[in-house]
């Protein structure tokens, strides 16, 4: 073990981190990255196959942003935006993301983080709701195995008992419905679009059941990107909204992973047919050099805001970093970025490769269900491909294919037993297939541990 390594056990307080497994093992301490790569502290190299946390779209040392981070910082620091306070990039930033919105956006406010962002989702829902007279409108609906981060709010909407867990979560507020996993959830011989009728059914059910004046918003990812890459089976929003139009509920989309091109489209709400109220974006945003997030709403959630925060004196929230000028010109720069190198055109040239490389592994043995769209996909291992039947959670199947793939100096994200894949856009076809190479022998090293120790 390096000193950095026994320091850190001593030290640091891991996030989102098995810490029982964490004083047996070890961290994994990395120490730089250049492009799609990284190296750890002994000199070992990478492929980052999952672009940090779904995040470093154009990898990494990007010489662009640093210059634009060091021009920033030497030009002015920080300034905040309370009480009427400006800068020129947050100013640009909202601009230009009022322009990319896939819907007819108003005004942008920023945060630090896809958790920040949507607590202030929120927090806006309520207070819209209270500045025109329907304070009863308070409870959101997420849906189970989503990921919409971890504040005391949004570690609720989260649906993930992890999340929950020890924490006293979900808050009284949060409601949960169905998640769209056509995979494990859909009954034998049922379509996609008669699975979806029935998740919008099962929706509308929880509405009547609840009191359709007191829900104030639906908050849905495109894709359900930490809950396993689950994809949502054909017609799914449409069924879905036409239930929440009924209800005058508001759709908040999390963009946190799809936003900025993942999927294929400018935003994943285009590639699913979603018709957001609201959108909350973060990771791409910057390519994740520096934290920054990004709520957008709607003329008609904002100008209520106006003179109700008038009455109280205040619209009393926000953050020390909201807008901080050196992560809003990094940001601004990442767009500008994705348009000068046409990198959306580029994932979209990548997608046929990278897609047939990874449904190519669905016969594998281990492999129950190979799933993705855009450059993000993920393939489910299962004990017995017939069944679907699934390893017991406790063995950690996928742990073990993660450790086994980096191994093979590929990093991937098991989610219980899904192993994700969410590369840099910057990938190229020769590098895709390298790493569908490394991921095919991380997956036969797991088969062959599993046959050694009888799981199957
Ligand atoms: C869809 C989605 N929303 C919100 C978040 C939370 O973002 P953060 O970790 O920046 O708080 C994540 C993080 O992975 C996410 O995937």
Not at 121 to 126: E, F, P, S, T
Not at 156 to 179: E, Y
Request: net charge negative; charged share 20%; hydrophobic share 40%.
């Amino acid at each position: 073990m390096t000193d950095i390594e026994a320091l850190d056990l001593k030290r640091l307080f891991h996030p989102n981190t098995n810490l029982a497994v964490l004083h047996k093992s070890g961290p994994f301490v990395l120490a730089r990255g250049e492009g799609i790569h990284v190296w750890d502290d002994h000199g070992n190299k990478y492929i980052e196959g999952m672009a940090g946390l779904w995040c470093t779209t154009l990898g990494y040392g990007d010489d662009e942003l640093a210059q634009t981070a060091y021009e920033q910082i030497k030009t002015l620091s920080f300034t905040h935006l309370f009480a009427g306070k400006s800068h020129e990039p947050a100013v640009r930033l909202a601009d230009k993301l009022v322009e990319l919105a896939p819907f007819a956006a108003s005004k942008v406010f920023f945060g630090n983080s896809g958790s920040d962002g949507n607590d202030t989702q929120i927090k806006l829902v309520w207070y819209y709701h209270n500045a025109i007279g329907k304070p009863k409108k308070k409870k959101i609906i997420s849906r189970q195995k989503a990921y919409h981060g971890v504040t005391l709010a949004t570690a609720g909407l989260t649906g993930l008992a992890p999340f929950h867990k020890n924490f006293d979560v979900p808050l009284s507020f949060i409601r949960h419905t169905d998640c769209p996993y056509y995979y494990r959830n859909a009954e034998p011989g049922e379509s996609e679009a008669d699975y979806a009728t029935r998740l919008a059914e099962n929706l509308e059910k929880l509405i009547l059941a609840e009191d359709p004046e007191t829900i104030a918003a639906f908050i849905a990812e495109p894709l359900m990107g930490v809950g396993g890459v689950l994809l949502p089976p054909a017609t799914y929003f449409d069924k879905i909204q036409k239930v929440l139009e009924k209800y005058e509920i508001l759709l908040i989309d999390d963009e946190v992973i799809c936003g900025f091109g993942r999927t294929g489209n400018l935003w994943g709400a285009q590639t699913f047919g979603m018709k957001p109220t609201t959108l909350t974006a973060a990771k791409a945003l910057s390519s994740a050099y520096l934290p920054i997030s990004a709520v957008i709403v709607p003329d008609f959630l904002y100008d209520p805001l106006i003179e109700a925060s008038g009455q109280v004196g205040l619209f009393g929230h926000g953050f020390t970093y909201s807008g901080h000028p050196v992560a809003a010109a990094v940001a601004l720069k990442t767009l500008q970025i994705y348009e000068e190198r046409k990198l959306y055109d580029h994932v979209r040239r990548m997608t046929p490769r990278f897609q047939s490389r990874l449904h190519a592994l669905a016969e594998h043995p281990l492999v129950g269900e190979a799933r993705g769209v855009g450059l993000v996909g993920a393939c489910e291992l299962v004990k017995s491909k017939e069944t679907k039947e699934a390893f017991d959670a406790k063995l950690a199947v996928g742990a073990k294919c993660m450790a086994l793939c980096q191994n093979h100096g590929l990093i991937v994200r098991a989610i219980g037993d899904a192993v994700a894949l969410c590369p840099p856009y910057i990938v190229t076809e020769a590098q895709i297939d390298d790493i569908f190479d490394r991921f095919a022998r991380g997956l036969d090293d797991t088969l062959e541990w599993a046959n050694k120790e009888k799981l199957l």
